[in-house]
């Protein structure tokens, strides 16, 4: 023991003492100059905002501009970068890897316009790296709670007078964007953070995801897979080069109304990119001018309005989680499952980029083609679109797209998509008439049946259409392989226990089961596997943005609430017809191979049926999913957006007290 103890006095002495300087200073002169207060600041002003005073000048903020307009600059930035760009500590993506940059660049022209910016920093996690992991279970409660944190920072900021929210990915950019519109009464913008490029000789960052299930069935190779790998991500900020839920939601930022125009799916890094945060300063500023408010900005209509772009877009099923959720933090309408019917049902899907095609351009080349703006110059001439509400460029979203039309801006960069790649813009942004050529249908559908009594979701525009029939639907009938654990699905598919013609169900992985993971392993390695546009998969957890193929998501009531997706048997015959063109769907067990059953009897059987007694929430689920899956069931579940309503949250607490006590 003693010479235990010699040893961890000689490891202590190496850590703390060698090559120490004790030449410690007690005292400082502090910053020249004085405050320019007054007697009335002295009198009136509360401790909190007189002391602020002193702290931003013991930062090297000049005493004579304490007095400027406070504007907080609120980012999801992650990692650090030396002055080259150099990796000093990694992020968790390249999406936040970057944006540091358009915070510096925001705060610099604040600075010139005679405001005084702050910074601070909520990051946020990457839901690829934690794809068929545990860290997903903290993928969609995360955004809560970081919208949550980033609230209580902008009113930690008391006398500020706008805020900017800077953010690029899944989770991270529907959280600043509730945010950002909880200031309602105060100038707000959001900065999209823009995507990455993809490599020359290389695959984009949904196909290499899939690298593990395609060399275990032998289609690649180990080197092509490393090589593969090493060049996904080929620049090193922004989102990634498909139309999921990042490039989703910051598509759905400018249909909004929150960003300015033509900012989302901007290459990171490019002079326009840099450019996007110098301008959006700049027209805070004006907003601030001017008094114009977020709750000028976002509004029932400007919600409508971005519904019909994520339709038109082609967007993540996702955002039927976020913009609900923004529409609540901003205290308006929440759109219901009959809202998004009926927009996807009068909206056609104009886009054609990564992953759905036709054709799987990135998504820098729909920037380049015209990006939302443009979008938006064909749903303004179909009669979609409230073209009289407001927009944070300080202008109506009319007087937007008439500029747009013949702006030197549109002629310049739809110019480069063709000398540059040799693309036409407009066979990446289709016109109506050609995308009703091109067959696009239906963005998204809501099947419902005795599977999903409350309705379930599909992207019915990422359904391959060989498999389609000739009427256009998609019909499937086949035998249930039902897991109650994503690990064992995904093993089932890489050692070939699942075959053409087969409906995967994976039940419990709900709200309740796992936080509703994310479950694009499984998607991703039946579209790059050939037999897997044949498998169906059914499931009340949800998908990733990037998934295709025929995925319903969404099941509800969930599994571990009761609901008959829990009930499904291995062996079981499901039938599921989904109608890109028209939207509806359904979704029904019709009992087994021996014994055929219509919708209806199949209802009765699993009324009777108990849980599969192997669906449990997941043995790794954190208490704080725990927490956040029964507030947000309280609060209305994912239909309501998977929110944290208080009034109803307050009323189901005083509820159980009043019944306990």
Not at 62 to 78: A, F, H, K, Y
Not at 133 to 149: H, K
Not at 288 to 294: E, F, P, Q, T, V
Request: proline share 7%; aromatic share 4%; hydrophobic share 40%.
């Amino acid at each position: 023991m003693a010479e235990q103890g010699h040893g961890g006095r000689d490891r202590l002495r190496a850590l703390l003492e060698d090559n120490h300087q004790y030449g410690v200073a007690s005292r400082a002169p502090g910053p020249s100059g004085s405050l320019p207060l007054t007697e009335d600041m002295l009198r009136q002003w509360p401790s909190g905002d007189l002391f602020g005073l002193s702290q931003n000048v013991g930062m090297g903020w000049r005493p004579e501009r304490v007095l400027n307009d406070p504007v907080l600059i609120l980012s999801t930035q992650g990692g650090m970068r030396d002055e080259t760009g150099a990796p000093q500590a990694l992020g968790y993506h390249t999406g936040h890897w970057e944006i540091s940059r358009l915070v510096q660049r925001a705060a610099a022209e604040f600075r010139d316009l005679g405001a005084m910016p702050y910074a601070a920093f909520v990051s946020d996690p990457c839901d690829g790296r934690t794809q068929g992991t545990p860290g997903m279970f903290d993928s969609l409660p995360y955004r809560n709670d970081a919208s949550l944190v980033m609230r209580r920072l902008i009113r930690s900021l008391p006398r500020r007078r706008a805020v900017m929210g800077v953010a690029t990915c899944d989770k991270g950019l529907p959280a600043m964007m509730m945010a950002v519109a909880s200031v309602k009464g105060l100038p707000g913008i959001l900065v999209p953070g823009g995507v990455t490029l993809l490599a020359e000789d290389g695959e984009d960052a949904a196909k290499v995801q899939t690298i593990g299930a395609r060399f275990t069935h032998g289609e690649i190779s180990l080197e092509h897979a490393a090589a593969m790998g090493c060049r996904a991500c080929a620049s090193p900020g922004g989102g990634c080069q498909f139309l999921g839920t990042a490039a989703t939601s910051q598509v759905v930022a400018e249909a909004l109304g929150m960003a300015l125009p033509h900012t989302a799916l901007v290459p990171s890094g490019s002079s326009l990119w840099e450019e996007m945060a110098r301008d959006s300063a700049r027209a805070l500023r004006h907003m601030m001018a001017c008094g114009w408010a977020m709750d000028d900005v976002l509004t029932d209509a400007s919600i409508a309005n971005a519904m019909a772009v994520h339709a038109a877009f082609g967007g993540s099923t996702n955002l039927l989680l976020h913009l609900p959720a923004i529409a609540h933090t901003a205290g308006r309408r929440v759109p219901t499952v009959d809202d998004w019917r009926h927009v996807n049902r009068e909206v056609p899907r104009l886009v054609s980029v990564l992953p759905n095609g036709p054709v799987p351009h990135p998504t820098v080349y729909a920037y380049l083609a015209g990006g939302v703006p443009e979008v938006m110059l064909h749903l303004r001439r179909l009669g979609l679109l409230d073209t009289t509400v407001k927009t944070v460029a300080g202008t109506t979203l009319g007087e937007v797209l008439d500029w747009w039309e013949s702006s030197e801006r549109r002629i310049k960069v739809r110019k480069h998509l063709e000398t540059q790649d040799g693309v036409n813009p407009d066979d990446v942004i289709f016109s109506p008439d050609r995308a009703r050529q091109a067959g696009l249908g239906i963005t998204i559908t809501f099947p419902v049946g005795n599977l999903a009594p409350q309705g379930a979701v599909i992207k019915s525009t990422a359904i391959d259409p060989t498999v389609l029939d000739h009427d256009g639907v998609y019909r499937h009938r086949g035998p249930a392989r039902v897991f109650t654990q994503e690990s064992e699905a995904i093993r089932a598919i890489k050692k070939g226990a699942i075959k053409a013609g087969d409906v995967m169900v994976l039940a419990g992985r709900g709200p309740m089961g796992t936080g509703m993971e994310e479950t694009y392993q499984l998607t991703s390695a039946l579209r790059y596997l050939p037999f897997g546009k044949h498998v169906a998969l059914i499931t009340d957890a949800r998908f990733s943005g990037v998934s295709t193929g025929a995925c319903i998501g969404h099941v509800s009531p969930e599994g571990l609430a009761g609901g008959p997706i829990g009930k499904v048997r291995d062996g079981d015959i499901i039938d599921i017809v989904i109608n890109p063109a028209t939207g509806e769907g359904s979704l029904n067990f019709v009992g087994t191979p021996q014994q055929p059953l219509s919708p209806e009897d199949g209802t009765h059987v699993l009324q009777e049926r108990p849980l599969n007694p192997d669906m449990e929430p997941d043995p790794d689920l954190p208490d704080d999913t725990r927490l956040w899956a029964a507030l947000q069931s309280v609060s209305g579940g994912p239909w309501r957006g998977a929110v944290y309503d208080v009034d109803r949250i307050v009323a189901a607490l005083g509820r159980g007290l009043s019944q306990q006590g």
